[in-house]
Each structure stands twice: as structure tokens, then as C-alpha cells.
């Protein structure tokens, strides 16, 4: 099985190296994937997806104006990491996400990055995450970005590479979570003998990162989620039973002088922070997206009053756009005066003459984006696309520039994956997750490492195919 | 806890309660059909049950099996065992936190196997009583489940108050439907086979042969089904066991308008006085919308009480 595997072309191989050996890393794994045959294998992988769907672990899709449930796919062999490549990662991460919180709070307050010219002010002031609500307000410990996921790549010389950062509502962790549970099912003989490095105790760290922002013995935590048809809502349950604490919705809070409550059987109780699932436009349609009837009218207020804490701080949107991106290097330097550790990937501007006339002729190698997508969506691969839908997508961006980005389209690092009934190679990025709080910057060994299921494929996305693996950060 | 996360422990249960009640009758009926051949008894369950009021002819064990794939699959019909299941199983997933992990689980294998894409042609390819025990089973796991990882907060008794509330409005309602008809001084045949028949349905059929042996008559039944102390699906019964989880709810939530607790005990302490021969006094029919009208009243209460803050 093992020697049938063929390498992608120019592409780091986590298993593998270029001359086909397996990397240390993986030589506990190797030995488990030599006496097992594949029909276990697929058995396992059978396993795996009957028991997501047991727990419900499930997402729902839309087709046909029909709500079905889907699993998340869950290739069963790990996305092993060595511990001394993981310090690096963790060191860069909260290098990263510091730099971050000092631009949020200087964005929100003076605005020197600006003023300085490190970062040009028209980046600020046309970007649509920003909230004037936001301006001169003291949030608690000056953390902005209590939670925060940082996507990942490795290029094709070995290193990684931050493809963006997502300091919102950054989604994923309970499946960290959930395929850790799974592994320990599926390899109970090699879990205990791999020194994988524990991601069990998210939930804690993150509680106690929220209890840290009040001066409080026992404050009371909620989370609020839009409802059991939003697609991340096995997530919402998760993480609140994990923690302990109420997933409430919109409809479950009432606001009494300018306090936060929440109605229980019985009576009001109120709540002292809301970890919020809910995107800035929806949380209060006094202030923002009027038609909401997600969050809660007034809530701005009464943040702005100091009397409830959101989670992450509304208007963390300005810091992790694709436009900002170019300029996390720059923070890192202006407010930290350090090198950045993890490395951006080149960036061009395409409002910029010079670097569009560039991208336009070297669009082959390049990847177009909108600096206010996501999920994959609007981008145009330069590799794939044809001559005419190049000349459109230009069109389209002849019109606003300011709005579009592109990078070379790196080799995102391939993994063996379960395909067909062989091991094939598919593309992966790793996502981990960083909390922030009283307690400072912790990261959580591994995250969740996503992979593009179908075959050369880059797109990691779960809304475009894409599948996870467990992560394991092993001791060297 | 959150009057919504009340609201929907309360629901669960009761779409357990009133799936579980459905089937039995699916059962019960499907087997007196094989006895009498009158398989016009489908209308009423369409009608109490469905809500399809519209008479059909049905003629013949054929019918009675696409009748009964109806009652439990029909996607449209809000009542059908499908339909229920997965409300119960939405209202599940929306209180995640406050149930057991293994409760969450048995209510999503019981999803899982009735939304399964070959669960029809299994129903086609089998015997149609093996098929509802099959689904039957779930339910007793629902409840063992529950009862043995539940603990006993606030959560469970807001189940409580959903299973027992839909089981005494079920058993008040088997009754109600032949209570027109019924003449206790004056039995026939017809009597005791329906009476069986409603015994066997909500599982009191042996409990009723050892206290009266083999001698149907209305009034036995009426007391065996309303009064008995120890019959789990008898009015008393249920009523006790309201009383119990809305005290200790009171108690959970500190609340002090004690109107919800005062009607309930007072019904509580109605029934335990109450003995058969009141009641043929009373009047079957005065006696049961007595009942109905008291449930009303404390249903509108527990919505007042717990979940007003929702509406």
C-alpha cells in the first residue's frame, strides 16, 4: 500500500520526503500502516463516519429547499507534526495574534500605525468590518481577539506560511475536538506509545480565559449561537456543554437597564459574558444590520456601557481581511519590533498599477482574491482558468481594485488520505487556535488540519469539498 | 435554566409520550382488525391521531398495511411517527448541554434509523407488528436511558412534566371517544372487545386480569384506567406524578406564586378521594370534562409559569 503511493509533483509530502523515504515523524505511523491492511483501514474509515453520524456530529445543507444533515468528512490518518516544528508555529502564532490585539486596540483609539504611515488610512476607513461604535472604547484587559483560528500552509520549501488569519467568529475547534475523540477509538494501540500532545482541555483553557476578563468568582458565561439551523451549531452545543455553560439565542435575553439577562424558568439571571457565534452585523440591529433577529437590540449599548463583555469585540473584522494581510509583517515590527517568525505569503495589490500589470502576466501562477471573501468563494486560479474567464475576472476588477488581491499559488503540503481504497496524497493547511485573555496568548498543540478531498485540488473549504483530519503534535 | 431549553425538554418528551402511545394503538388496531375484519377502525385513529377527518373506505389487510405506513411515514402530515421522532430529536438537539450524552444518543439512533433511506422497504418487506416493535423498542431505550443517566435537576423534571401531562391527556382521551357510548349497568360482547383492545393498547392488559380476572366490564376498566395507584398509565397515577415534578420545580427555582402548585395538588388530592362509585354518580361524561378542563388549566399554567417568557 505504502510503496503504491505516488508523490504530487513539487509539493512537500508530510509523509514523505522527495526521495520517498518517510520522514521521522511518521515512522511510529509507517509501522501501524505496514501490518495493517487496507480492508481494516476502511473499516475504520466506516467506523469513523458511522460514528460522527451517531453523535450527530452533522452540519446541514440545503438542497432542493431540503434541510439533510452531513458529516464533516473525516480521513482517518493523522496529520502528524513534531514538537519542535510545533514551537515555532505556537511562538509565531502568538507573536502574531499579539501584533494584532495592538492594532485593533491603536485602530480603535489613536491610530499612530496610520498617523506613522506604516499602513495607508484609506485601508481603515473603507473598510466595511469597521465600527465606528468601536472608536475610544476600553475594552476589558484590551483583548480584541479573545479567539482566534490561523490558517496555515506548507510551501513547497518546507515552511509554513500564514494564508489568513480569522479573528471573528473562527469555527472548527470542536472538530479538533471530536476527531481527537475518534483517533483514540480508531488507534487504541498507538495513541498511548505516540506522545501526541493533548488538545482535550480547549474547553477549560477557554473558560478560563473568559472568567479572566471579570473580577468575578463566579460570573456568568453564555454563548450565543443563531439557532439550530445555522451550520456551525453542533460546534455552539458542543462547546457550551463541554464548558458548562448556557447556549442561548437571541430570543432567550432581554436587556433591563442596559444589564444583559437571560429568562429562565426561573426568572431573569444576568450575564456578566456572551461568547458570541453571532457575525458583527447581526449582534444589534439598532445599530447595525436592522432586519437581524439574531441578537439582541441595544446590546451595543450596554457594551459600550461597560455592563456585559462581548466575545471576540465587535469590529475585529478590520484586522483580518485580505488587504490588512499584507501589513501583519509591518505590525508585527511597528508594535512588537521583532521579526515576524511565520511568514506571509507574497501579496499583491491590485489597486497598485505596476503589481496588477504584473499579476496579469504572470496570472498563471497566480491566485486572485476578493479582499472581502471567504469560503473560497470569488477567486480565480490562474492555473486553471481559461483565457476568456481571465479577461472577465479583470474586468471585473478593473472596476474596483482596491477590492481584489493576488498571490502565487503556492503547493499547499499534501497528506496520505484514505481515497479509492489506496493511500493518495491530498492538499492540507492547518488551522490552529489561539485564545486570549487576562492569562495571556495559550494555543492549543495541533488544530484542525483541512484537507482538499478532491484529487490536485487546493480548496480546503467545507463548503467546497473539503474533508479533516485529526492533528497530532508529537514529542520529538 | 432557560425557559426555552424548558420549553423544548417538555416537547421532547411529550413527542416521545404521544409517538409511543401511537404506536401501541397502531399495534392494538392492526390486531383487531385480524379478529373482526372491520377495518373502519383505522378512521378514528386518523381522526383523534392525524387529524384527517375525511372518512375512507378500507377494505382489507392491504389497506390496513398502507394505512399504517401512512400513520408512520407520511412526510406531510405533521402527526405521523416520522414527524414526531424528529421533532422530539430537533428539540434534543436544541438542549444538547442539558440532557445526558447517552440520552442525545439513543434520540439520534432512533432518528437515524427512522429517516434511514431503506426504512420503507424494510416496512414492505416485513411483518408489520415486528416492524412498530422494532420502533417500539427505542422508545423503552428512550426511557431506560433516561431514567438511569438523567440526573434529577430541573431538566428531568421538565421532561417529566412533557411525558406524564401527554400520557393522562391520551388516556383521558382513549376513554372520552367511547364514553358517548358507554352504558355501565348495561354490558355487551362489542364492550369487552373494544375494552381489550384499549387495555392491550396502553399496556394495562395483564395488570387487568390479575386484579379482575377475565370479566370485562366498563366499570373495571374505567377504574383500572383512572384510578389505579399503581398502574403507570393511570389518570391518579400521572396526576402524582405532576405533583412531584412541579413541586421540585418550585423548589429548583425558588418561585413563590404557588398558583400552578395549587391546582395541581388540589386535583392530585381530588382523585385520591375519588372512588369509582363517585363517579358513576358524578357521570362518566361530567366526570371526564371535568378532568379535561383541569388539565387545560394546568397545562396554560406550566406555559405561564416556565415558559411565558417565550411568547
Known sequence: MIS???KYPNTWDEMFDDSGSIRNTYKNFESFLKRTPIETLLQMQDFSSQLFMDHGVTFRVYSDNKGVERIFPFDILPRIINESEWKIIDAGIKQRIKA?????KDAY??????????IPHELLLNNKNFLREMMNLRVPNDVYTHISGVDLI???DGDFYVLEDNLRTPSGVSYMLENRQISRRLYPNLMPTSNVLPVDNYPEILYQQLKSLVDKEDPEIVLLTPGLYNSAYYEHAALARLMGIELVEGNDLVLDNHHVFM???GGLKKIDIIYRRIDDDYLDPLNFNSESVLGLAGIMESYRQGKVIIVNAPGTGIADDKAMYVYVPDMISYYLNEEPILKNIRTYQLSNPDERQYVYDNVEKMVIKETEGSGGYGMLMGNNATKSMIESYFKKVSKQPHKYIAQPILSLSSVPCIIDNELSPRCVDLRPFAISGANGIKVCPGG???VALKENSLVVNSSQGGGSKDTWVIKD | MLSRVANNLFWMDRYVERSYGLLNLIKTNFNSTLDSGDYSSWNNILSTYLGVDEFKQFENYNDSLSIIKFILFDPSNANTHLNM?????ENARSVQEHISKELWLSVNKYYLHITNDGILEKFDDNDPINFVDDLLLFNHIYYSVADITQERGNAYCFMNLGKYLERVVQSIDFISV?????????????ESFFWKNLLASIGGYQLYLKKYKSIFSSENVLEMIVLNDNFPRSVRYSINKLYIHIERLYKFNGLTDNNLLFRIGKLKNQLNYTTIDNIKQEGIHNFLSFIQSELKDISYNINKTFFYQIQ
Open chain 1, 4 to 6: 503504491n503511493y505516488t
Open chain 1, 100 to 104: 494584532l490585539n495592538l492594532f485593533l
Open chain 1, 109 to 118: 483609539h489613536e491610530q499612530f500605525i496610520f498617523k506613522d504611515g506604516v
Open chain 1, 154 to 156: 506548507r510551501n513547497n
Open chain 1, 263 to 265: 429568562k429562565t424558568a
Open chain 1, 448 to 450: 484542525l488540519s483541512r
Open chain 2, 85 to 89: 421522532i424528529i421533532k422530539a430529536r
Open chain 2, 178 to 190: 367511547r364514553a358517548d357510548k358507554m352504558d355501565l349497568n348495561n354490558e355487551n360482547i362489542y
